[in-house]
């Protein structure tokens, strides 16, 4: 009975000496092994493969220099920061075709080890998630919410606004507080987060400006974001969608409107080339001469751009080249 009682005095003894740091460092042991295949909040799967971006965007992205260079700048230095000063926001402009979904979708897979199947990648569809500008006070509630509870979850969050034209006005407002230059707001920290808003907007401005900067004799490639983002942002605000009259525009919390280039004909072989390889086609000159005839050009007299940019050639591939095979 003596030596129990010594051997229990000794095990509580020895229990209540275990260091709260070696608790801690367990517990942490725990979290890394847990994270290394469920993904969690943490630059594993968070910061997947950021040294990877620009190639990636350069290699399947056609025509948008300017796009290419901001975006894996901003994105870059936006992660490489402990404690930015606010959330990354950008407004993606552009005609259809022109790659503003594409490029989201090659951030997602650059910055998530997911991509858009992450937890953390959240993408709303005005057409289908903010149908009826009747119920923009319970959209707001809703959005608010949404926000607030993923950001909770992971700071790094990626959120993607599509058709922000077709988006009841005043709507992101409610986004504002968390965009702006704020450590927190009631008790949320959004400095890491990433916001991108798609629109097809504007299209006929920058094609006019892209067309001009040719007559004029300029190349295409020195066309860079000042050219565009002061008239993108006052057509933004003066014009009906998501951004007219809205406090983020007003408070300047739109880190940059980005263009998206009208696409030119060699664009438009790349982008039938590339899709002939994804399906283990040959390419040949000649199939992307008959890629781009089923497609419509403009300006009228000069057909240089295509009117709905990459957007058909997957069924232009399917209509020319997969009669009686798979492809």
Not at 176 to 185: I, L, R
Not at 254 to 264: K, M, Q, S, T, W
């Amino acid at each position: 009975t003596h030596q129990r009682q010594n051997w229990e005095r000794s095990t509580v003894r020895s229990v209540s000496d275990i260091p709260i740091n070696g608790v801690i460092a367990g517990a942490s042991l725990i979290k890394k092994a847990w994270c290394y295949n469920q993904e969690c909040c943490s630059a594993r799967w968070t910061s997947h493969d950021l040294s990877g971006l620009q190639a990636a965007l350069e290699r399947r992205v056609f025509g948008q220099h300017i796009v290419v260079n901001s975006i894996v700048r901003l994105i870059r230095a936006h992660r490489k920061k402990e404690m930015p000063g606010k959330a990354l926001v950008l407004s993606l402009h552009g005609g259809v075709g022109t790659g503003k979904n594409f490029v989201s979708r090659v951030l997602s897979e650059h910055v998530f080890r997911r991509g858009e199947k992450s937890k953390f990648f959240h993408a709303f569809y005005s057409t289908h998630h903010f149908p009826h500008s009747e119920d923009v006070t319970l959209y707001k509630r809703q959005l608010r919410g949404w926000i607030r509870g993923n950001v909770s979850l992971c700071s790094h969050s990626m959120f993607v606004f599509d058709e922000m034209d077709k988006m009841p006005a005043g709507l992101v407002d409610v986004l504002t507080p968390f965009v702006d230059h704020h450590p927190e707001v009631d008790g949320v920290d959004y400095r890491q987060a990433i916001f991108l808003f798609i629109s097809n907007d504007f299209s006929t401005e920058i094609n006019k400006k892209t067309f001009e900067t040719r007559q004029a004799g300029r190349q295409r490639l020195d066309l860079a974001v000042r050219d565009f983002d002061s008239f993108l942002q006052r057509g933004s605000f003066n014009t009906e969608g998501g951004l007219w009259r809205s406090s983020m525009i007003k408070k300047n919390v739109i880190d940059f409107h980005l263009p998206f280039l009208p696409l030119e004909r060699s664009h438009i072989k790349q982008c039938a080339s590339a899709e002939l390889k994804r399906r283990n086609i040959t390419v040949t000159d000649n199939k992307l001469v008959q890629v781009a005839a089923e497609l419509q050009f403009f300006p009228e007299g000069h057909e240089i751009y295509s009117k709905h940019g990459c957007k058909r050639i997957e069924k232009a591939i399917d209509l020319l080249f997969c009669h009686d095979t798979a492809c």
